[in-house]
Nanobody, 125 residues
Framework: QEHLVESGGGLVQPGGSLRLSCAAS????????MGWFRQAPGKEREFVAA???????YYADSVKGRFTISRDNAKNTVYLQMNSLKPEDTAVYYC???????????????????WGAGTQVTVSS
C-alpha cells in the first residue's frame, strides 16, 4: 500500500517555474512506476509525465521540453520540475504510482494503483 502526498504547488507568473514533489510512504518505492497527471476545471484528468523504476521517462507533447520528471529512491520522492509555465498549465496536479515487475510506464489513469490528493498550480499574472 502506497500513500502519496504532493507538495510544491502555488501561484506563479507566466514564464515562471515550480517544482512539485510527491512523497511516498511505502518500502518498495524503487519498484514503482510513477506518473504525474493534471486536471483543469471542467476537463478530464490528463497525463503529464511518467518515469519507470529504471528512470526511463515519457512526456505529454504539451509539456515536452518544459517539464522534467525525476525520482530519488533514497527519499521515496518523485519530482516534477516545471519551467516556462503557461496559463494553460493551471490545474490540480496529481502523482500516481504503480508497482511493476518490469520497467514500464503508462499514460492511462486506469493503469495506476495509487493516487495522491493533488496540489494546485495556478499560472497567472
Amino acid at each position: 500500500q502506497e500513500h502519496l502526498v504532493e507538495s510544491g504547488g502555488g501561484l506563479v507568473q507566466p514564464g515562471g517555474s515550480l517544482r512539485l514533489s510527491c512523497a511516498a510512504s511505502g518500502r518498495t518505492f524503487s519498484n514503482y512506476a510513477m506518473g504525474w497527471f493534471r486536471q483543469a476545471p471542467g476537463k478530464e484528468r490528463e497525463f503529464v509525465a511518467a518515469i519507470t523504476w529504471s528512470d526511463s521517462t515519457y512526456y505529454a507533447d504539451s509539456v515536452k521540453g518544459r517539464f522534467t520528471i525525476s525520482r530519488d529512491n533514497a527519499k521515496n520522492t518523485v519530482y516534477l520540475q516545471m519551467n516556462s509555465l503557461k496559463p494553460e498549465d493551471t490545474a490540480v496536479y496529481y502523482c500516481a504510482a504503480k508497482a511493476s515487475s518490469r520497467s514500464l510506464l503508462s499514460t492511462a489513469t486506469a493503469w495506476y494503483d495509487y493516487w495522491g490528493a493533488g496540489t494546485q498550480v495556478t499560472v497567472s499574472s
